[in-house]
């Protein structure tokens, strides 16, 4: 029997509370999560590597930039959806 969206977020919170409070230095590893972030980007606006390195961090900040943005706009629609039920 497949999960309902309530209980796939409760999994999910289980899951993040357990790895977190087995972390040792959670301000090291929200770091290295920032910088694989900030890598992943730089794959995306740079694919080949062919950018000089302080224009691909450019591009790739604003990417982060864009990708945090939208997770906002649609935290911000998921509210107004929310609110009129």
């Known amino acids: ?3 309902t969206p309530a209980e796939r977020t409760l999994r999910a919170r289980l899951a ?6 087995s972390t040792e230095d959670p301000s090291e590893r ?3 999560g920032a910088a ?3 890598t992943k980007f730089e794959r995306e606006v ?3 590597g062919e950018l000089a390195p302080a ?3 450019r591009r790739a900040e604003h990417k982060r930039r864009e990708h945090m943005t939208r997770l906002a ?3 911000t629609k998921a509210r107004r959806l929310r609110a009129t039920k």
């Open 16 to 21: 993040a509370h357990a790895s977190w409070a």
């Open 30 to 32: 929200a770091k290295r």
């Open 73 to 75: 706009f649609q935290s």
């Open 46 to 48: 740079d694919p080949d």
């Open 36 to 38: 694989g972030l900030l």
């Open 55 to 57: 224009e691909r961090r």
């Open 1 to 3: 029997m497949p999960l």
